[in-house]
């Protein structure tokens, strides 16, 4: 992303809604991760910034440790927030899309939506590792539900 010499607010990266996905947005001058999943949510924020006018790379690094996940946050690769989720999804996270730039509908964060990110987006790259642990019941039972 490009940060004007303004600090930049907004949603990155947000899928789901209030009651299940996750959001990742920068607020108040503060790097946020949140998810929400089966009633719960986990929140991981990060101190505030000083973000550079110019281009620079955000992280949320959230990595599997059982069903529950461990997420860190980055800016130019320095860690600066790190928390845990306490249980990730193994059926579906959300049956709306993701948003880029902004988070539409029902916001997943404490925000009014859209929540449009005020700077500039280069590329949202989204990884997933081979790990993940899928509940195959759950899923063909939400399937069948859906017709």
């Given at each position: 992303m490009t940060v004007p010499s303004a600090a930049a607010d907004g949603v990155l990266l947000a899928q789901g809604d209030a009651q299940t996905g996750f959001t990742f947005y920068l607020a108040e001058g503060c790097l946020h991760h949140l998810y929400r999943h089966r009633g719960g949510a986990w929140?991981?924020?990060?101190?505030?910034?000083?973000?550079?006018?110019?281009?620079?790379?955000?992280?949320?690094?959230?990595?599997?440790t059982g069903r529950s996940a461990e997420v860190r946050l980055l800016l130019d690769q320095a860690v600066v927030g790190h928390g845990h989720i306490g249980v990730l999804a193994g059926d579906r996270v959300a049956y709306s899309g993701i948003d880029v730039g902004c988070d539409r509908g029902v916001p997943v964060g404490p925000y009014d939506a859209p929540n449009t990110f005020d700077a500039t987006l280069h590329r949202v790259r989204v990884e997933v590792d081979e790990d993940q642990e899928l509940d195959e019941v759950a899923i063909l039972r939400i399937d069948a539900a859906m017709g």
């Open positions: 929140s991981v924020s990060s101190e505030p910034l000083s973000i550079p006018p110019g281009r620079t790379t955000l992280t949320a690094d959230v990595r599997r």
